[in-house]
């Protein structure tokens, strides 16, 4: 007596090859997605596994940080005297897994030191408190503004007289991604 049921199917079962999920945050996924439709026009191909894994982290490497202070004033004798090695990783993120980089673009900062280039480190694992400078998404936009949060009102401020502040949130979808903790910048002539 033959089996009448089941069997293999064409196109069914397990696909060949392997499939990777990741997780996104949610105002982060339109980025991640024009990524990835950027990269198949680019190359017509599906992308591979882990192509959009982070890089390893470089090998740590010390830079010589000296004991001496230099002076934004008046020169003063060099005494040069290396303190210790400094890893910039190691002084600039507390949290590596929830740390990223992101450019400034605007004046709305501007007096806060933030201006239109500069790299502004970003800890998703920092509590945002009062009085810190956070970036939000705010409909569907990333903004860094500092965040006021008194006596029952809760905005985005800019650090520019020429902005008004930002009621937050606005919508259900508008969050705090995380605390900028350093804001770094080119000082070469522009």
Not at 3 to 19: I, V
Not at 25 to 44: C, G, N, S, W, Y
Not at 103 to 119: H, N, Q, W
Request: glycine share 8%.
């Amino acid at each position: 007596m033959s089996n009448t049921h089941g069997g293999s199917r064409r196109d069914s079962g397990r696909k060949t090859g392997k499939s990777v999920i990741r997780r996104v945050p949610l105002p982060l996924a339109p980025m991640f997605d024009t990524v990835i439709e950027q990269f198949r026009q680019a190359h017509k191909q599906k992308l591979p596994a882990g192509a959009l894994l982070p890089a390893p982290l470089p090998a740590r490497q010390g830079l010589p940080l000296f004991t001496e202070t230099v002076r934004a004033g008046f020169p003063s004798p060099a005494e040069g005297y290396v303190e210790r090695l400094l890893d910039l990783n190691e002084f600039l993120i507390d949290n590596p897994p929830a740390t990223f980089f992101l450019k400034a673009a605007g004046d709305s900062m501007r007096d806060a030191g933030i201006e239109t280039g500069d790299l502004l480190v970003v800890d998703r694992s920092k509590e945002p408190r009062h009085g810190d400078i956070v970036v939000a998404a705010v409909g569907g936009d990333f903004t860094a503004k500092t965040l006021y949060r008194k006596e029952g009102v809760c905005e985005l401020r800019p650090a520019n007289p020429d902005y008004s502040p930002i009621p937050f949130p606005q919508t259900e979808n508008d969050r705090i991604i995380g605390v900028v903790t350093w804001a770094l910048k080119d000082v070469r002539a522009r």
